[in-house]
């Protein structure tokens, strides 16, 4: 008999690949070092669980929640947390929050933000989005270009602060 028609043992655990780190160095925020440990804590509850559970059905659940957390305590083991307060003021790096208006007079506002901390719905921006590295080290006034699949775009830098933390 072929083997493609024989059931699998259910005690063989599914090979799940890892959850790839990113090659950049992880810059964090305090804030974003503090949801890393939260993210962390989650998954350490919800594992907890899981393992309490006499009669787990869904050992696939396990697996994810387990391969998740090893992946978010590289993070934290990686993590950099950067003092906002040191960076150049005058200037746009890590952790900064931005104004500019585009040729279009357009206006944004975002904060640089480390890989986990990103959500551009709520303009926080990755340090190594396209964005970031275009004003990285801009001064108020400078104008930068976005270079973006729909076309660049100049952007004039109108307003740079750093969060008091």
Do not use: C
């Amino acid at each position: 008999m072929s083997r493609a028609f024989v059931k699998e043992n259910d005690d063989q655990a599914t090979e799940l690949p890892e959850r790839p780190q990113s090659p950049h160095p992880n810059l964090v925020t305090p804030h974003g070092l503090d949801l890393l440990k939260q993210q962390e804590e989650a998954l350490e509850d919800q594992r907890s669980r899981l393992l309490a559970d006499a009669q787990l059905l869904d050992k696939e659940q396990l697996l994810v929640v387990e391969r998740d957390l090893r992946y978010v305590q590289e993070r934290i083991l990686r993590a950099v947390v950067v003092d906002v307060q040191a960076q150049p003021q005058d200037s746009v790096d890590f952790g900064a929050t931005v104004d500019t208006v585009d040729e279009n007079d357009v206006k944004r506002h975002f904060q640089i933000v480390g890989e986990d901390e990103a959500d551009p719905n709520a303009g926080k921006l990755s340090w190594v989005s396209p964005i970031a590295l275009a004003l990285k080290d801009a001064k108020v006034g400078d104008t930068v270009i976005w270079k973006r699949p729909a076309g660049n775009l100049e952007l004039e830098v109108t307003r740079i602060s750093y969060p008091r933390e």
